[in-house]
């Protein structure tokens, strides 16, 4: 293993050393959380679950899913919406896979009893900084992008968003009243080390693919974007075959609609990367196609879609679960080292589309629409036939 092979395990966690180590001593047997959630999550839930159960079935592993509550169905039934199980269960596992959280029934509660703050409270524990979102258009549905066939044909980027810092954790956060005014306070701050830390994973993917990171701040504006500009070009130092540029957040907002085949990997803080990456979503046509890794340092990283809990299609069989089995491939490849398994269930994705099948969301003329568990079947049917 070259230094820099060394430092992919280093940036993308232990957890694909772990794996390693399992494989050697001929055990396959992986530990894996299912935190269906809210709305469609145990709907979407479901099919992943379904189609992790072909592949321990085709490739002869041993998978353990156990479900755990979080969200607003935690809150329910345990009053919190990260209930302590959970998060032990989480610990203690090699992956976990996540559906959706959150509901109008729950808006009437305060920030940090909502189900949201169950997801970030996640996050958090299992200390995931890096958040990898892969853009990738799918050749048959190059039509349900909301830009032009020509624009957008090709695109196949990944946003990787820092996680657990900026504006979204930073302190001092509030509300007081300053000369008479009822004033709100948010902090957005980063350290060179969680800048760094972050950095290192997006050079790392890029080594990988197309060797070009665009990194995105509002350095003209911002301090956290001036540090934030500084670091990356630190660690971009060490990565001499690796193309870096800069971009501001602004412009990037408006390059992702111009010309998106210019990116290859786009590095970004939290808020930021939360803002592109749903842009990006556009993309693909639709929120239902996209999947995320969350990954740290620790045993266990967190996948999950992008999308959130869609309340007006849940319990209908319509919602689209090939994010979340696109982030069970994930899965497979980056917590469990399975490689070839994680392609597996990618080409069946691919064939099922190529064969005409599609959810509502991604509906186009001359297609024949299925229903979310009739595409869950569709894939577990692709997967065992092993094509
Ligand atoms: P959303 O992502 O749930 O839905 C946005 C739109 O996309 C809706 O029209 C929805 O029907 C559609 N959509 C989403 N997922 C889909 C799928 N799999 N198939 C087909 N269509 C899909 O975002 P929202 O409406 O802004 O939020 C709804 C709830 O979800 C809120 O309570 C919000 O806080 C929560 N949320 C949770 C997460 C998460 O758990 N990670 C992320 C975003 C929003």
Wanted: proline share 4%.
């Amino acid at each position: 293993m070259t230094p820099m092979r060394a430092h992919v395990y280093q940036a993308l966690g232990t957890n694909v050393g772990l794996a390693g180590k399992r494989r050697c001593l001929n055990m396959q047997e992986f530990r894996i959380v299912l935190l269906p959630g809210d709305g469609v999550g145990p709907e979407v839930i479901r099919e992943a679950g379904k189609v992790l159960l072909a592949v321990e079935k085709k490739y002869s592993h041993r998978f353990t899913l156990t479900e755990g509550l979080i969200g607003g169905a935690a809150i329910d039934s345990a009053g919190v919406p990260l209930p302590g199980d959970t998060l032990e269960l989480c610990r203690e596992s090699d992956a976990v896979l996540l559906g959706a959280v959150g509901g109008a029934k729950w808006d009437y509660l305060p920030g940090d009893k909502r189900p949201e703050a169950g997801l970030l409270g996640l996050r958090k524990a299992l200390q995931v900084f890096a958040n990898l979102r892969p853009v990738r258009l799918f050749p048959s549905l190059v039509d349900a992008s909301a830009l032009k066939r020509q624009v957008v044909e090709g695109a196949d980027l990944v946003v990787v968003r820092e996680l657990t810092g900026g504006v979204y954790f930073g302190q001092p956060k509030g509300r007081f009243t300053r000369d008479g005014q009822v004033t709100a306070l948010d902090t957005m701050v980063y350290t060179r080390f969680e800048v760094k830390r972050v950095a290192r994973v997006g050079f790392e993917l890029a080594a990988g693919r197309r060797r070009r990171v665009t990194s995105v701040d509002k350095a003209n504006v911002l301090e956290s974007s001036k540090l934030w500009r500084e670091a990356v070009t630190e660690v971009g130092n060490e990565y001499p075959d690796i193309e870096l540029n800069h971009m501001y957040v602004d412009n990037c907002a408006m390059q992702l609609i111009r010309d998106p085949r210019q990116f290859d990997v786009v590095l970004t803080e939290n808020m930021f990367g939360d803002i592109l990456s749903d842009e990006a979503a556009m993309l693909t046509g639709s929120l239902g196609m996209l999947p995320s890794a969350s990954l740290g340092h620790g045993r266990a990283s967190l996948y999950e879609p992008v999308h959130g809990s869609a309340p007006d299609i849940a319990g209908r069989n319509i919602a689209n679960p090939l994010a979340t089995v696109l982030s069970a491939a994930m899965l497979l490849r980056y917590s469990l080292g399975l490689h070839e398994e994680a392609a597996a269930v990618e080409g069946a994705v691919t064939k099922v589309l190529e064969k005409g099948y599609r959810t509502r969301d991604i509906f186009a003329e001359g297609t024949t629409v299925v229903g979310t568990a009739e595409m869950g079947d569709l894939l577990v049917e692709e997967i065992l036939r092993g094509t």
